[in-house]
């Protein structure tokens, strides 16, 4: 079974690395948007214009997921802890 520390321990950590990837498609995104923007638009046939909303989308939701389900879990843990 698992305590509440290692639970916090793993919601701490899956929280950084998915913080850590949303920094990087931001920055990739932010930096290299012709390049990808054009790979994209080839792979699943969208015009690039429509992909600067996905991307955006992706983003947002992506944060949303995070900050829901990882971030704010651990905080209640920490709080919890304490």
Not at 24 to 35: D, P, Q, S, Y
Not at 75 to 82: F, N, T, V
Request: no cysteine.
């Amino acid at each position: 079974m698992i305590t509440i520390s290692q639970l916090t321990e793993l919601l701490g950590w899956a929280s950084v690395i998915n913080i850590a990837y949303l920094l990087l498609a931001t920055i990739i995104l932010m930096f290299m948007r012709g390049t990808i923007s054009s790979i994209h638009s080839k792979m699943f046939n969208i015009d690039e214009k429509e992909l600067s909303s996905k991307y955006f989308d992706f983003l947002s939701n992506y944060k949303i997921v995070t900050l829901v389900f990882m971030v704010a879990p651990y905080i209640a843990l920490k709080i919890m802890g304490q």
